[in-house]
């Protein structure tokens, strides 16, 4: 199970930090990923990180923007987002899988935080 944490209503141009944290086994095998969802759009891509965290990719929205990270100890994966703007208001999914920006390559998923950001 995947629980994310740390959504909330945020003005432009100021962070927040997401969490998920996993239970019931451990993810540190597997990539993780955040994905988001926007009123009437549908699922897209954010980021994502190796079981190792050597790798990650993000999508170009958010480059420069959102940072991964994950502590594999606390079977925890952490979304750091910088400068929001009011396009990035949606639902924060993370998820695990085999990693990439399909979400078809994702086997679990948590239930969502909602990001809202004021202009």
């Known amino acids: 199970q995947l629980v994310e944490s740390g959504g909330g209503l945020v003005q432009a141009g100021g962070s927040l930090r997401l969490s998920c944290t996993a239970s019931g086994r451990t993810f540190s095998g597997y990539a993780m990923g955040w994905f988001r969802q926007a009123p009437g759009k549908d699922r897209e891509f954010v980021t994502s990180t190796s079981p190792s965290s050597s790798t990650t990719y993000s999508a170009d929205t958010v480059k420069g923007r959102f940072t991964i990270s994950r502590d594999n100890a606390k079977n925890t994966v952490y979304l750091q987002m910088n400068n929001l703007q009011p396009e990035d208001t949606a639902v924060y999914y993370c998820?695990?899988?085999?990693?990439?920006?399909?979400?078809?390559?994702?086997?679990?998923w948590g239930q969502g935080t909602q990001v809202t950001v004021s202009s």
């Open positions: 998820a695990a899988g085999l990693g990439g920006t399909s979400s078809q390559s994702y086997f679990y």
